[in-house]
């Protein structure tokens, strides 16, 4: 079983676009089309490969949950990078900064940033393949 994708309600879907598809260089729009979503219409974009992707929804209202908070709600998402200093190089270019910033060790490295909805994302290289270094939790 592996995770296929993840549907997250947007405030721009231009600005989101630019934030994953300089993440995710090889990437692409799947799909999309339009529809309403409890009586408020909505666009809808598959981003992703062949085998996994992101789901955009616009017209998002309001704004996230604060992060620093203990309220319910999704803190982060991860995803493993073969490159990350490419992935930090690529989204420092489209304009985007670090929120927590890269941190490294023997056995793995990553960095957090926040796309333009708020949602917090988290990008990790693993330096090895043998899991109880990789989750190593001190």
Avoid: C
Avoid at 28 to 53: C, I, M, T
Avoid at 60 to 83: I, P
């Amino acid at each position: 079983m592996h995770l296929e994708h993840l549907n997250l309600v947007v405030k721009d879907m231009p600005k989101t676009l630019d934030f994953y598809q300089a993440a995710f260089p090889h990437w692409q729009v799947r799909g999309g089309g339009k529809s309403d979503w409890y009586g408020h219409p909505r666009n809808w974009v598959h981003f992703g490969d062949d085998y996994q992707y992101l789901t955009f929804n616009d017209n998002g209202t309001g704004e996230n949950r604060d992060l620093k908070s203990h309220q319910v709600g999704m803190a982060h998402f991860a995803y493993v990078a073969e490159d990350i200093k490419g992935v930090i190089e690529r989204l420092k270019l489209a304009g985007f900064s670090e929120k927590i910033a890269y941190e490294s060790d023997e056995y793995r490295a990553n960095v957090y940033f926040e796309d333009p909805s708020g949602y917090e994302i988290e990008f990790v290289q693993y330096f090895n393949d043998i899991p109880h270094l990789r989750n190593q939790y001190q």
